[in-house]
């Protein structure tokens, strides 16, 4: 059938709120339950009714809009999240490094996409699941300026021959994602002999979550930026700017200046912090729009005179029983670190404790970060796997007596491993214990970043 405008086209999108795809198809593709792609095709063939195809131009051509049919799913705590990232379509490394962000395969095709969001539900079969939003995604302006950002830079790598490090924490909204059945699809790259992993350029989880939330939650965020800003500045320059006037002045001094009362042993002080430097005083972190949609978390980083931080750093707790039967490429450790940036907040002593033992903090600046793809695909990788060994043959726990306590040593990673990353406990004490998969328990243990790592990011030029 043809569509003769936008609006004939959104008529017959609403339609499908509230049906099921088992309603919906005429095909009989919904019995196929192992093919991802089969409920986008079902509309496209059984609700619009034109033949599924992989043309470059958007799906209604002669509108200029794509479609999209993109899972839902509900939180604990009631909220709406993306389930994953909207996958867009394929890079050809040879022919996109010609382009520019106006002739680009992503802007050819992608301008304006019908999103037709469907509920996602654990244990419940793909006819059941329901159709509940279509929605007309028009990019706002100051979203594609923080895109084109994202497009050039994912087209500098290309063009320096670097398509095999591209990384999803690369960028900001959009992304070039892995793309392929498993590790061995690979591609040509202009410029370099060594191929790269298939990717597509795709809008993060992250950004869709956002998206979900104002659409259909009707959720809103708070901007620190404006297109003006970002026609002439990265978000990274942006933030720094916003940052600058505090560098060097204690904590004392930043109260003063912003109006809020220092307690920086409060993990509410970190929030009030930021949100007064950005001028958004009150707002919760994960309610700025540019933090949310970017994926962007914060850690806070206390240096010691030497530059090293005091202490290594902390991420989440370990599930042994997971860890033991994922697969690298579907594992927390690699999606987290291909998918996040973290914006350390970084803050020093100017004097060692025998020097002052009242000492101050003093505030050093910000660094925007996201593990190199060599790093990921490399130690991290590889520490994967060590780890992965080591649950299946079974952790070694080692009792070892105390004057006052009993504590039980283990032969996991331990700070220093390889110069990178280790595992240490981080419970309230050794009762709080978590099961391994032969049934034994073990003290809370959590992934950690080696504190000598977080210093050399640091330092690292044109970061700070």
């Given amino acids: 059938m043809h569509y003769k405008s936008e609006e004939e086209l959104m008529y017959k999108a609403r339609q499908a709120e509230g049906r099921t795809f088992g309603d919906i198809d005429q095909s009989g593709r919904i019995e196929n339950e192992r093919s991802k792609g089969q409920l986008g095709q079902i509309i496209e063939e059984s609700f619009f009714g034109y033949q599924v195809n992989s043309i470059s131009e958007p799906d209604f051509a002669h509108l200029g809009i794509e479609l999209k049919v993109t899972p839902v799913k509900e939180n604990k705590n009631g909220t709406l999240s993306a389930k994953e990232r909207l996958v867009l379509n394929i890079i050809n490394y040879m022919s996109e490094a010609n382009t520019t962000f106006d002739t680009s395969s992503f802007w050819n095709k992608n301008k304006e996409i019908l999103l037709m969001f469907y509920k996602w539900l654990p244990e419940v079969k793909r006819a059941d699941y329901r159709i509940i939003k279509s929605h007309l995604h ?3 302006e100051e979203d594609l300026e923080i895109i084109k950002q994202d497009w050039q830079l ?70 620190i930026t404006s297109p003006a800003e970002l026609k002439k500045k990265t978000l990274l320059e942006i933030l720094n700017e916003k940052f600058q006037p505090f560098i060097g002045k204690s904590l004392d001094e930043i109260s003063a200046i912003a109006g809020i009362e220092v307690n920086h042993k409060s993990k509410s002080f970190l929030q009030l912090f930021i949100s007064n430097l950005l001028g958004i005083k009150g707002t919760r972190l994960e309610q700025i729009d540019e933090f949310a949609k970017a994926n962007i978390q914060l850690k806070t980083v206390r240096l010691e005179p030497n530059g090293i931080p005091k202490e290594h750093m902390s991420f989440r707790n370990i599930d042994f029983v997971e860890w033991a039967n994922e697969n690298w490429e579907d594992s927390w450790l690699n999606e987290y670190f291909s998918e996040t940036k973290l914006l350390f907040i970084v803050f020093k002593y100017k004097e060692t404790a025998k020097e002052n033992p009242n000492r101050k903090l003093f505030f050093q600046g910000i660094t925007l970060w996201n593990m190199p793809m060599s790093e990921i695909e490399g130690r991290l990788k590889d520490f994967f796997s060590h780890v992965q060994d080591l649950i299946q043959e079974g952790i070694e726990l080692m009792p070892v007596r105390q004057k006052t306590r009993t504590i039980v040593n283990n032969n996991l990673p ?17 009762s709080d214990q978590v099961p391994l998969p032969d049934g034994r328990m073990i003290t809370k243990q959590a992934f950690w970043l080696d504190k000598e790592v977080v210093g050399q990011i640091i330092k690292q030029p044109g970061k700070d």
Avoid at 165 to 178: F, G, I, M, P, V
Avoid at 202 to 209: A, C, N, R, V
Avoid at 419 to 426: E, F, S, V
């Fill in 138 to 140: 028009k990019f706002t």
């Fill in 154 to 223: 994912i087209n500098n790598k290309i063009k320096a021959g670097l398509a095999h490090e591209l990384s999803e924490a690369d960028t900001n909204y959009l992304a070039a994602s892995t793309k392929g059945a498993n590790k061995n699809s690979l591609r040509a790259q202009p410029f370099n002999n060594v191929s790269a992993m298939q990717r597509a350029y795709s809008l993060k989880q992250s950004y869709m979550t956002v998206l979900i939330r104002k659409i259909i939650s009707q959720d809103d965020l708070v901007r």
């Fill in 414 to 430: 331990k700070p220093k491993f390889n110069g990178l990353c280790h595992i240490r406990p981080k419970g309230k004490d050794g």
